[in-house]
């Protein structure tokens, strides 16, 4: 439970909102890369903290990023030509560089001497990883870039899916780090009992089951340097099931992943208060992605949702309640709703009633430890920052080359005696 100050304090994103301070410490993901696609491609609109800019490519491929209200009179520069190394303002011809420098006020006589004067408000741009990047923050202080895993294989080995959600990114992240609801939410039913995927699949010992056959796990949440381990251990028998997600600042998650197979992050960025955008990226850190597996995640519908075309829109959406099957939820799943994350979005988007859940209401029990503890972090990272210390981790790109792990081991193993290979990213 938060006071609603806590609430308030973590939440807001705005510009001069405290939280919305923090992420602007911070290189923030905006869009695809594929949107920006080629120089001179058309323009993009993205509102991101609260704040509404335009994207676009110059000729030379330079990625610009731009408030979307021109500094003449305000005309929304989506709309303008992308030319010759700028952006023309289609209302009166104006025209600015991926800087904000203005090149051209070509409807005044004054406009040669003038444009000197004049400025787009800019912020810095980078395409890494299959997205482009804005760094939104105080312009004396870049930092680093995240060093994650994904960001750094080839473009080969990932595939990312973005969405849009009508929810603050708090409570969608929450569920990212909140591995206690897997043997519920994500779970499935045979003959009457709750399975995991793997019994479904006709899978022998997919390990998934065990999330399943013990609901109620041990957790270990440990402070890092990018953020916070958390991790649930669950008995399997004669030994431990073991997960291991990684939660990095200030709003990706690694979810737990075998050794030798592909990870998960999601992504969770602030649009504004009441918006956020979803990466769902997932990678293999040593080869390219097969074409079954990349089958799998445009087309079957499970792990990626299937989306609206045209859009970042789920087609399992707030609108349809999310395609809930009541017949599906009787015999086969938890919650008859047939893709992963939709099956989060149901339970997420929409938390005491709106976009934004009060926190002052909840009633956390033990399993509530990972979430309890990432609210912890940012609230001190939010009021260091109001007494004005600057975000450590924002100066260290590196500490972020960690992975999430899933492991199954014999109950005298530990994860820092055993498994500690495994937590080290290998891009
Ligand atoms: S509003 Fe953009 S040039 Fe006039
Ligand atoms: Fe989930």
């Avoid at 030379?60 to 709309?79: M, Q, S, T, Y």
């Avoid at 595939?159 to 603050?168: P, V």
């Avoid at 492991?407 to 990213?425: G, S, Y």
Wanted: aromatic share 10%; proline share 6%.
């Amino acid at each position: 439970m938060l006071s609603q100050e806590e609430n308030d304090l973590i939440t807001k994103v705005g510009p001069g909102a405290p939280m919305g301070e923090l992420a602007r410490r911070f290189w923030t993901p905006l869009l695809l890369a594929s949107e920006l696609p080629a120089a001179d491609c058309d323009p993009v609109r993205v509102r991101i903290l609260g704040e509404d800019l335009v994207a676009f490519k110059d000729s030379n491929g330079a990625v610009g990023l731009l408030e979307a209200w021109c500094p003449h009179r305000g005309a929304d520069l989506f709309f303008g030509r992308n030319e010759e190394a700028g952006l023309r303002c289609v209302y009166h011809g104006w025209k600015f560089d991926v800087a904000g420098s203005c090149l051209d006020v070509p409807n005044a006589p004054e406009g040669a001497t003038f444009r000197e004067k004049v400025r787009a408000r800019a912020y810095p741009a980078v395409e890494r990883g299959g997205v482009v990047w804005g760094y939104l923050g105080p312009p004396e202080s870049v930092p680093d870039f995240p060093e994650m895993e994904w960001t750094r294989v080839p473009d080969s080995h990932r595939y990312i899916s973005k969405m849009f959600l009508d929810c603050n990114y708090l409570q969608t992240m929450e569920a990212d780090i909140d591995s206690s609801h897997l043997g519920f939410l994500h779970s499935y039913v045979k003959g009457g009992t709750v399975v995991g995927r793997a019994v479904i699949d006709g899978r022998a010992n997919g390990i998934e089951d065990f999330a399943a056959a013990d609901r109620a796990p041990s957790w270990t949440v440990k402070d890092t340097d990018y953020g916070a381990m958390l991790t649930a251990r669950r008995d399997a028998g004669d030994n431990y099931y073991w997960r291991v997600n990684q939660w990095m600042i200030p709003f990706y998650t690694m979810i737990a992943a075998r050794p030798g197979d592909t990870v998960l992050c999601q992504v969770k960025v602030p649009v504004d208060d009441e918006h956020a955008v979803a990466f769902r990226v997932r990678w293999h850190a040593d080869r390219p992605l097969t074409p079954e597996e990349l089958a799998v995640y445009r087309d079957k519908g499970v792990l990626f949702p299937e989306m609206i075309p045209g859009e970042f829109r789920t087609r399992e959406n707030k609108a349809n309640d999310y395609r809930i099957d009541r017949a599906q939820q009787r015999h086969y799943s938890f919650t008859g709703i047939k893709s992963i994350p939709a099956q989060d979005f149901a339970v997420t988007e929409v938390q005491h009633g709106g976009p934004v859940s009060d926190r002052t209401r909840e009633r956390l029990v033990s399993s509530d430890a990972a979430i309890i503890q990432v609210r912890r972090r940012l609230l001190r990272s939010v009021r260091e920052l109001q007494e004005g210390q600057e975000p450590p981790e924002a100066r260290n790109g590196g500490a972020f080359r960690v992975r999430s792990l899933d492991l199954v081991m014999p109950k005298t193993a530990t994860i820092e005696n055993d498994a500690r290979e495994h937590l080290v990213a290998r891009a």
